[in-house]
């Protein structure tokens, strides 16, 4: 049996401040390829355990462990380069810079990551392939960030978080601002690029109607402060 690519063991963690913890003594883990989903209601400590996962912070207790690094051992600028070389991220907002065209957006991760670029080859190459398969207009990639639509902007996001063949992607409430059409046939998209990298998937939702789609589904109250228990996806 192989060693799981993500494994999180007795994570608790306060924001500075405040007395109680917002996860507590979280654990579970998440083997390479596989896609989970993460469900569970706003405020609930989803976006920290993000947080979390990418190295931005530091637990209070615990260790997190991917690709057999502990983040817990790294100073934040060794989690910085980390966080560039084995996580692609797909915000809420997006967090496309605004004044970048989109094919800048795409490759930006690669400006940071000599592993991301060699993985990925010819950068520009890479990212023009990336948006078609993404089904992004040809004619679009020469326009700024901030004059595409929240759809279009949708897309940029993931292409960006896939170049370079990440290990894990790590996505954040991404289909909370499309109507359902657009929410299905961006999760398509995604999983065929998802699988064409080899990387896994912990995507992040309150959107329960999502969850069969995946390998597997784990409730945030059910994993923070008790014991992991699974719930596999269509059960």
């Known amino acids: 049996m192989t060693d799981p690519l993500l494994l999180i063991d007795e994570l608790t963690y306060a924001w500075p401040g405040e007395q109680d913890p917002v996860i507590r003594k979280l654990s579970l883990s998440i083997a390479a390829g596989e896609k989970v989903f993460l469900a569970g209601a706003s405020g609930s400590g989803k976006s920290t355990l993000l947080a979390l996962i990418g190295g931005l912070v530091l637990p209070d207790q615990g260790t997190i462990d991917i690709s057999g690094q502990s983040l817990n051992t790294l100073s934040r600028s060794a989690r910085d380069r980390f966080r ?6 797909i915000f809420q907002q997006f967090n496309l810079l605004p004044w970048l065209d989109v094919v800048g957006n795409v490759t930006l991760g690669c400006h940071f990551s000599a592993l991301r670029r060699k993985r990925t080859g010819a950068v520009r190459s890479a990212a023009e392939a990336l948006l078609k398969a993404m089904d992004l207009e040809q004619r679009l990639w020469h326009k700024r960030a901030d004059q595409l639509s929240v759809g279009q902007q949708q897309r940029v996001a993931a292409a ?6 990440p290990d894990l992607v790590l996505a ?20 065929r690029e998802i699988d064409r990298a080899g990387s896994a998937l912990l995507f992040v939702s309150h959107d329960h109607e999502l969850a069969a789609r995946f390998d597997r589904t784990l409730e945030l109250s059910e994993l923070n402060g008790a014991a992991c228990h699974a719930i596999e996806a269509g059960a």
């Open 84 to 89: 560039a070389d084995h996580l692609g991220v």
């Open 160 to 165: 960006r978080a896939l170049i370079g063949q």
């Open 172 to 191: 954040d409430e991404p289909t909370s601002a499309l109507d359902r059409d657009r929410r299905d046939a961006f999760l398509s998209l995604l999983f």
